[in-house]
T-cell receptor
Framework: GAVVSQHPSRVICKSGTSVKIECRSL??????MFWYRQFPKQSLMLMAT?????????EQGVEKDKFLINHASLTLSTLTVTSAHPEDSSFYIC??????????FGPGTRLTVT | GEDVEQSLFLSVREGDSSVINCTYT??????LYWYKQEPGAGLQLLTY?????DMKQDQRLTVLLNKKDKHLSLRIADTQTGDSAIYFC??????????FGGGTRLMVKP
C-alpha cells in the first residue's frame, strides 16, 4: 500500500522558536496533502488542505501565519509552527491523496513546546 | 454541518466478533472510511465503502452501510488482541476532506 512518512516523529522545542514538520509520500505522487491536529484522546481536527504548487486552504480558526504550509512538490509538504507556544503542543498528522478515494496517513509528529 | 459520532468504548473477548458503529449526517458523502490508530501512531486505512454500496467484505472486516439511516458499522470477525486500538470512522466532503468521528477504543481481552 501507499506509504506516507513524517519527520521528525518527536520534537521538543522552546517557547518562541519555530519547528518544521515534513510529510512525504514515498511511493506515489500526492496531488493533495492534508494536515491534522490531534489532542490527547480526541479525534483529528483538519487544519488545512494543500495542493501542490498552490497556497494552502486553512480551516476556520486556524491561523495561517502561525501554521505555515508549503507543498512544493508532489511528494513533499511541510508544516512550520512559528513562534511555538505550549498550547501548540499536540500530535500533528499529515495525509496524502493521489486524488482518488484513498487518503493515506503519516505516522504523526508529537510536538512538545516547553 | 457535518457530524460523525461513535461510541467511545467497546470491550470484547478474543475470538469473538466486534461491531463498531458510527452515525453521520452528511448525505452527500461519496465515501465512508474506517481507520485504525494504535497508541502513538498515525492512522491506518482499514477499508472504505462507496456510498451506493450497502456492504463490503475484506477478509475479517465487514462494513455495512445503511444510507437511509446514515449508519455505518465495522464488524471484525475472530477479534485478536492485536486488534486492540482506536477505530475512527470518517466521511469525505467536498475537496475530499475527511470529517472524523471521535473514535471508538476497542479492547480485546485474552
Amino acid at each position: 500500500g501507499a506509504v506516507v512518512s513524517q519527520h521528525p516523529s518527536r520534537v521538543i522545542c522552546k517557547s518562541g522558536t519555530s519547528v518544521k514538520i515534513e510529510c512525504r509520500s514515498l511511493d506515489f505522487q500526492a496531488t493533495t496533502m492534508f494536515w491534522y491536529r490531534q489532542f490527547p484522546k480526541q479525534s483529528l481536527m483538519l487544519m488545512a488542505t494543500s495542493n501542490e504548487g498552490s497556497k494552502a486552504t486553512y480551516e476556520q480558526g486556524v491561523e495561517k501565519d502561525k501554521f505555515l504550509i508549503n507543498h512544493a512538490s508532489l511528494t513533499l509538504s511541510t508544516l512550520t509552527v512559528t513562534s511555538a507556544h505550549p498550547e501548540d503542543s499536540s500530535f500533528y498528522i499529515c495525509s496524502a491523496s493521489e486524488g482518488g478515494a484513498e487518503q493515506y496517513f503519516g505516522p504523526g509528529t508529537r510536538l512538545t513546546v516547553t | 454541518g457535518e457530524d460523525v459520532e461513535q461510541s467511545l468504548f467497546l470491550s470484547v473477548r478474543e475470538g469473538d466478533s466486534s461491531v463498531i458503529n458510527c452515525t453521520y449526517t452528511d448525505s452527500s458523502s461519496t465515501y465512508l472510511y474506517w481507520y485504525k490508530q494504535e497508541p502513538g501512531a498515525g492512522l491506518q486505512l482499514l477499508t472504505y465503502i462507496f456510498s451506493n454500496m450497502d456492504m463490503k467484505q475484506d477478509q475479517r472486516l465487514t462494513v455495512l452501510l445503511n444510507k437511509k439511516d446514515k449508519h455505518l458499522s465495522l464488524r471484525i470477525a475472530d477479534t485478536q488482541t492485536g486488534d486492540s486500538a482506536i477505530y475512527f470512522c470518517a466521511e469525505n466532503n467536498a475537496g475530499n476532506m475527511l470529517t472524523f468521528g471521535g473514535g471508538t477504543r476497542l479492547m480485546v481481552k485474552p
